[in-house]
């Protein structure tokens, strides 16, 4: 009996080491798929990465109406934005530089897949010019730019500055006042006293001085709709507490503007 019992505790030991071994082979199997596996994949990512880094742009796709801003100024101006690539292109970058040129409002710039950048553009829309040398956008917004014949109708504004998107509330509110007797701003100035002038379209200089504009201009509108219809009026002057000083073209052949400025004393 003990011999037996012996054989059989040695074939149970055979019988484990062999199963251990091949346990050991299966684990040592399976370990090295994984190894092999995870560095196929990390080799594959990290040349899927490279080709990406490495994508050129291909194509510049601007959208929008363009018209002071061509496609040729808008690719020499992102040229270096660009070189990097078309994963590594600095997007915010190149929107910015994009905003630095004189006609465009805004820009939006994002990547479309594969290989190309998409850039929508808002030009500036001049509701004004300012001085000699630029315009005032809808925000009251200086950008400069060349004038030409198309932009002659629009008014002129001029102050110190600092002052331009006062001087866009200012003219915006006189423009909606003259609306009631079909008059126009021509030009809207300030001087460093503050004093504010306007020039209407039909010729007449209004000066409305440095404070209450909005209560003169509802006096000059009294005095143009009941007493100087039809007049060949070359300028009123609402400086005064509680009346207007006119003067009258020369062919008119009109007394200086008493008679209005008595009328408006008396409604006072």
């Not at 880094?53 to 291909?58: A, D, F, K, W």
């Not at 005064?240 to 009328?263: D, R």
């Amino acid at each position: 009996m003990p011999g037996k019992s012996t054989r059989q505790a040695s074939r149970r030991r055979q019988s484990v080491r062999t199963v251990s071994w091949q346990v050991r082979v299966r684990q040592f199997a399976l370990t090295l798929t994984v190894v092999l596996g995870l560095g196929l994949v990390m080799g594959a990512s990290a040349w899927a990465g490279n080709y990406l880094m490495q994508l050129p742009v291909e194509r510049l796709v601007l959208r929008g109406e363009f018209e002071h801003v061509t496609q040729s100024e808008v690719e020499q101006l992102l040229r270096q934005e660009l070189s990097g690539g078309f994963l590594q292109a600095d997007l915010e970058a190149a929107r910015e530089r994009l905003e630095t040129l004189p006609w465009v409002y805004r820009a939006v710039v994002k990547r479309r897949w594969p290989d190309a950048i998409e850039i929508q553009v808002t030009e500036q829309q001049p509701i004004a010019r300012w001085g000699l040398d630029g315009f005032l956008n809808h925000q009251g917004e200086y950008f400069p730019g060349a004038f030409s014949e198309r932009w002659q109708t629009l008014a002129r504004l001029e102050g110190p500055a600092g002052s331009e998107a006062a001087m866009t509330r200012q003219y915006r509110n006189l423009e909606a006042l003259l609306e009631p007797v079909d008059l126009q701003v021509s030009s809207l100035t300030e001087d460093a006293l503050g004093q504010v002038t306007a020039e209407l379209d039909a010729g007449l200089v209004l000066r409305l001085g440095s404070e209450d504009h909005a209560r003169r201009i509802q006096r000059f509108l009294v005095l143009m709709q009941e007493h100087l219809v039809g007049g060949s009026v070359a300028s009123v002057d609402m400086r005064y507490e509680h009346g207007a000083a006119v003067s009258f073209l020369p062919a008119g052949h009109q007394p200086l503007g008493s008679f209005a400025q008595t009328h408006l004393e008396d409604r006072q």
